[in-house]
């Protein structure tokens, strides 16, 4: 590409704007570098957090009176709808994932049946089983 001969209007001021961003850098790196903006600057930041500390106490005041949730209140909402929709989440997925292992046939439902279970009780009461001792015990009739 051919440059272009006519010059850019905004070059004036980008230089200057340059120009006036170096000088003001330098000017604030000095008084930085002082004691007394260091201790100034502590004092602003105390005055900070203390009133950052009223503040919030006025607040939570302030949302008991009128019955109102705390952010605290509303983030710990939060959390126990975030751990109940993530169990219903994981119980979908189980449902779904045994509702199509039954589609397809793969899953038995109970355990494999490799044995006949003993008889009942019942069963057994109601028709006793005869044994050799039993039948050698009867009487004959004499001939």
């Not at 109970?110 to 069963?123: C, F, N, S, V």
Request: with cysteine; glycine share 4%; net charge positive.
């Amino acid at each position: 590409m051919a440059e272009s001969s006519s010059p850019d209007p905004f070059d004036f001021w980008r230089d200057l704007l340059s120009q006036m961003e170096k000088g003001v850098n330098q000017f604030a790196n000095q008084g930085m570098k002082t004691d007394e903006f260091a201790k100034g600057a502590s004092k602003l930041m105390t005055a900070n957090a203390a009133r950052k500390k009223i503040t919030q106490a006025m607040v939570k005041r302030y949302c008991e009176e009128f019955n109102l949730p705390t952010r605290s209140d509303v983030e710990a909402v939060n959390e126990r709808l975030q751990s109940l929709e993530d169990r219903l989440v994981e119980i979908a997925t189980t449902l779904r994932r045994l509702a199509d292992a039954q589609a397809s046939g793969g899953v038995a439902t109970g355990p494999a049946r490799t044995r006949k279970p003993p008889p009942e009780p019942a069963a057994e009461a109601a028709a006793p089983a005869r044994t050799g001792a039993a039948k050698r015990n009867t009487k004959r009739p004499a001939s």
